[in-house]
Every structure is written in structure tokens, then in C-alpha cells.
């Protein structure tokens, strides 16, 4: 087989998505891997082809947290503006694996963490009925 047959049958066992679809697309981000699967298959992917992955920076390319949860770190410019996940196709992970290094030039950033936004909208709506019902009985 070759390098790219080889890491999407990789993708496509830490994805569980149709190695046609990954072909054709990208790896990561809503229609591709997120969370621990995005993790674990770059590790994976890391090891088996021998690629070091100490530039790879994840909130560029996909939410490290379980969706359906929003984004939590951001990366932003100098203006506070996010910039959008940047997608990553197999293309460039068979490039990496000839080269044996992720080589990918980030733009200049800090990182926003949005960690409230890890929690979803529920608990908040549960704090804001108990602070209303707190409210409700000190005023009657």
C-alpha cells in the first residue's frame, strides 16, 4: 500500500468515516475527526510514520474538546479577532509523512480560553433559575 492508502485506512479507523469521504475532503473540523479522535489518530499517525509533530498546533485545525461543545481556546490576532479552523487534507499529512516533520507556518497569536463555553448553555440556564428562585423567596 501506499503512504496516503495507509494513513486514510489509519484515518478511517480512529474516524470511522468512509475513506472515499476523507479522501475528498479534510481530516479534521465538523465533517472530519475532533476531540480525542483527532488526538489519538495524530499520535497514532505520529508513531507510525515517524513524524514529529512538536510545530502542530490542534485549535488551528479542530477542537481538542468532544463536540457538540463550542471551541474553547481560540487562537486571535491583535485585534481580539478568532481566526477560523484552518483544515488540514491527507495531502498534507502525506507531505509530513515524507518529511518527517509537521511544517506549517501559524500566523502570530494568543490564545483565548472561552472554558465557560466547555460547560454548554444548561448549567448556566439551571444557575439563572436557582439564582431567580433564590431571588423570589428573599423578596417575599
Same mark, same amino acid.
Given at each position: 500500500m501506499s503512504t496516503r492508502a495507509d494513513i486514510l485506512a489509519m484515518a478511517q479507523a480512529y474516524s470511522g468515516l468512509d475513506t472515499v469521504k476523507l479522501s475528498q475532503g479534510y481530516l479534521f473540523g465538523p465533517k472530519g475527526m475532533e476531540g480525542d479522535d483527532a488526538d489519538e489518530f495524530l499520535d497514532a499517525f505520529s508513531?507510525?510514520? =515517524? /513524524?514529529?509533530l512538536s510545530d502542530f498546533v490542534h485549535y488551528f485545525h479542530y477542537d481538542a474538546d468532544e463536540p457538540p461543545i463550542h @471551541? @474553547? &481556546?481560540e487562537p486571535v490576532d491583535a485585534t481580539g479577532q478568532a481566526f477560523p479552523l484552518i483544515p488540514i487534507h491527507i495531502d498534507q499529512l /502525506?507531505? #509530513?509523512a515524507a518529511s518527517g516533520k509537521w511544517q506549517m507556518a501559524?500566523? #502570530?497569536h494568543? /490564545? @483565548?480560553n472561552n472554558w465557560w463555553r466547555l460547560f454548554g448553555p444548561l448549567p448556566w440556564f439551571f =444557575? #439563572?433559575?436557582l439564582l431567580t428562585l =433564590? #431571588?423570589?423567596a428573599? &423578596?417575599?
Open positions: 508513531k507510525e510514520f =515517524g /513524524v514529529d @471551541r @474553547r &481556546l /502525506v507531505h #509530513a501559524y500566523p #502570530a494568543t /490564545v @483565548r =444557575g #439563572a433559575a =433564590g #431571588a423570589t428573599i &423578596l417575599c
